[in-house]
């Protein structure tokens, strides 16, 4: 049985248990009782997971075997796994028992990451991500846990705002921003690999005709390209076949070897934003993100007349609702809309005074 002992040389207090002391490192009497008191529900947590058959491992442990059984896993997954459970132990503590996490706590740990400043949009990230972890946990043998706390977890939905469309004036000033910045950077150091830019200023175009993901452009292999059109490996290794103009072909460059890579400058979505933001924040659009060039993509393709089904295909959604939260209308489109309306009206009005 565990008691509070304060030693009496220097002063602090002390766990016992028989003959095992564990310093609580603090010689304050209230934040002793504190500790102790802590110390106390994790020990009779740890005792009631043994009577009822529940596994003993902690969330270290279970973050290790979880990303373990991962290995086919991207490694963008995997680090953001990683991230999750690194935010939930900073809560919990190392030696936690999975089995005796609870919605409740669960509810608390959510409130202080909002409290320390993380966006509502990244904590509903890490649950979903631990979700996952807490389900697959369940189905091992033995399991680690009988109950998932983050199952069915409502979370207050995110306000989210209409992104920028990277049309007319955004657009040029984004690929001339593109131009400043490697001709400053060949200005300042000519030794500076300041032609990466221009690679970059491709890139964008590319993302813009084809409205692909990060990671799809990044791994796009010259295998992948065909005589009018371009073989990308979406989410969840789906493939699809996306037609391309004979521009966006120009702009893929001179054909390379089977197995190399597009665009081998970059090798990580990370780097393609950092690069997108100096870049936007040089053509005075500090708000425009690259997902924002994927929304113009889909937007642009349905101010066009392209169906549902066509996006969908195009861009890789795999709901209808995903498909149409990408689309927008810009105020040109519907300024546009309204004076063809107008037109049409004042046609009927004339042709019907002609009539009488």
Excluded at 151 to 173: D, E, M, S, Y
């Amino acid at each position: 049985m565990l008691h509070l002992w304060r030693n009496p040389r220097d002063g602090y207090f002390y766990l016992r248990n028989g003959q095992r002391r564990r310093t609580l490192g603090t010689k304050d009497p209230d934040t002793a009782r504190k500790l102790f008191k802590a110390a106390e529900r994790e020990a009779l947590d740890g005792r009631l997971a043994t009577m009822e058959g529940r596994s003993r491992a902690t969330l270290s442990q279970f973050l290790n075997r979880y990303i373990a059984a991962r290995g086919d896993k991207k490694a963008d997954t995997i680090r953001a796994d990683k991230n999750a459970f690194r935010k939930l132990i900073e809560y919990f503590g190392d030696n936690s028992l999975v089995a005796t996490v609870r919605r409740e706590e669960v509810r608390q740990w959510m409130s202080s990451l909002k409290d320390a400043g993380e966006k509502q949009n990244s904590i509903h990230n890490y649950c979903r991500h631990l979700r996952a972890a807490w389900n697959e946990a369940m189905e091992w043998t033995p399991p680690l846990a009988r109950k998932n706390p983050f199952a069915k977890l409502k979370l207050k939905r995110v306000k989210t705002r209409i992104p920028r469309l990277v049309v007319g004036n955004v657009q040029g000033a984004l690929l001339s921003a593109c131009d400043e910045i490697a001709e400053e950077e060949k200005a300042g150091s000519p030794k500076k690999n300041w032609q990466r830019w221009l690679d970059f200023k491709r890139m964008i175009q590319v993302y813009l005709a084809g409205g692909l993901r990060r990671f799809e452009l990044v791994d796009l292999k010259w295998e992948d390209v065909r005589e009018g059109t371009v073989i990308v490996r979406g989410k969840g290794d789906r493939l699809r076949e996306i037609p391309i103009t004979s521009t966006t072909r120009a702009l893929l460059g001179e054909r390379g070897k089977p197995g190399e890579y597009v665009f081998p400058r970059w090798r990580g979505r990370d780097t393609i934003t950092r690069m997108f933001k100096q870049v936007a924040r040089k053509a005075g659009y500090p708000d425009t993100t690259p997902h924002h060039l994927r929304h113009t993509t889909e937007s642009q393709l349905a101010a066009m007349g392209v169906d549902l089904k066509g996006r969908m295909e195009m861009l890789g959604h795999s709901t209808q609702e995903m498909a149409l939260h990408y689309t927008h209308v810009t105020r040109e489109q519907l300024l546009d809309a309204l004076n063809r309306i107008d037109g049409e009206k004042e046609k009927n009005t004339q042709g019907a005074m002609t009539q009488s």
